[in-house]
């Protein structure tokens, strides 16, 4: 017989396990949780079971849902004429929260890496071609992080859609609204330099 200690120890240890979560964190949430156990730890449980057992991957664009296609995909409301692309589905959400696009997402699963032996095969990026033909895409949007990685991507993908009439654009990069240049580092300001435009 235990006295439940090991279970609370079993259950931090999963909770630091999570991003931007540490023991210390972990800890606290999981006390907050025993604390509301009725109102919080008890519905928070019953939500996690049903989502392992229905999330899975939108067959189309890669998102989180839980049907074959996510609502997304579903929405007849959104531009079928432009596909925005993004590495992960965290990017998609972002995206989303902004509400400052209202076409469909493709999400790639990563990024090229010669180093991590990541190849176009090993992301959904033959998909992607695939469904700018077979969608009537007019616009491919790269939504990639400015990494070395994500502009070898999105570079990559530029030239296998070159000559199929597709326009490629990429979200502007540099100074964020309300940002000050003492804050920020060389590469923003060096983007945001290069991306200057006429006033």
């Not at 009725?38 to 928070?44: A, D, E, Q, S």
């Not at 992607?128 to 790269?142: D, K, N, P, Q, S």
């Amino acid at each position: 017989m235990t006295d439940g200690r090991s279970d609370i120890d079993a259950l931090i240890d999963l909770m630091a396990r999570l991003p931007g979560l540490g023991p210390r964190s972990a800890r606290r949430a999981v006390l907050q949780l025993i604390k509301k156990r009725g109102p919080m730890m008890r519905p928070l449980a019953e939500a996690m079971t049903r989502v392992a057992e229905t999330a899975r991957e939108c067959l189309a664009c890669g998102n989180i849902g839980s049907g074959d296609l996510c609502p997304i995909c579903l929405d007849d409301k959104r531009a079928k004429g432009q596909i925005c692309v993004v590495e992960d589905v965290a990017d998609l959400w972002a995206m989303e929260r902004g509400r400052a696009f209202a076409g469909r997402y493709h999400v790639l699963g990563g990024t090229l890496s010669a180093l991590d032996d990541v190849g176009p095969e090993d992301l959904h990026i033959p998909k992607l071609l695939t469904r700018v033909g077979a969608e009537g895409v007019r616009e491919v949007i790269l939504a990639l992080n400015a990494t070395v990685e994500g502009q070898t991507t999105a570079h990559y993908i530029a030239e296998a859609l070159e000559g199929t009439g597709v326009e490629v654009t990429s979200l502007a990069q540099g100074v964020p609204i309300g940002g000050e240049l003492d804050y920020l580092d060389d590469g923003t300001i060096s983007a945001a330099l290069r991306a200057r435009k006429a006033l």
